[in-house]
């Protein structure tokens, strides 16, 4: 069975940074494609980072350049390094694999304020 957990969300100052941790269990995420999302209050989930089976890494414009995601294979942990944060990177934040995704956790929440 397919868990996801999310952690490393808190309160951070603008232009502040966080790291973000996502363990897998029941998939492996080295053999799988896995996104990051967040959904901010009112608005949609949406993707705005993933990493492949390759290792090779893509992210949303809006966050380019300041949020990068990568994995731990032995630990089968995805991360999202989190900097310059901005006002409206105030979300949940929720990792799943993109091809057959799994029962999403509960997510880690950021809020970026001052």
């Known amino acids: 069975q397919v868990q996801l957990v999310e952690s490393g969300g808190g309160l951070v100052q603008p232009g502040g940074s966080l790291r973000l941790s996502c363990v897998a269990s029941g998939r492996i995420v080295s053999i799988n494609k896995v996104g990051w999302y967040r959904q901010a209050p009112g608005k949609q989930r949406e993707l705005v980072a993933q990493?492949?089976?390759?290792?090779?890494?893509n992210c949303a414009d809006s966050v380019k350049g300041r949020l990068t995601t990568s994995r731990v294979n032995a630990k089968n942990t995805v991360y999202l390094q989190m900097n310059s944060l901005k006002p409206e990177d105030t979300a949940v934040y929720y990792c799943?694999?993109?091809?057959?995704?799994?029962?999403w956790g509960q997510g880690t929440p950021v809020t970026v304020s001052s």
């Open positions: 799943n694999f993109l091809a057959r995704p799994g029962p």
């Open positions: 990493i492949a089976e390759s290792g090779g890494t």
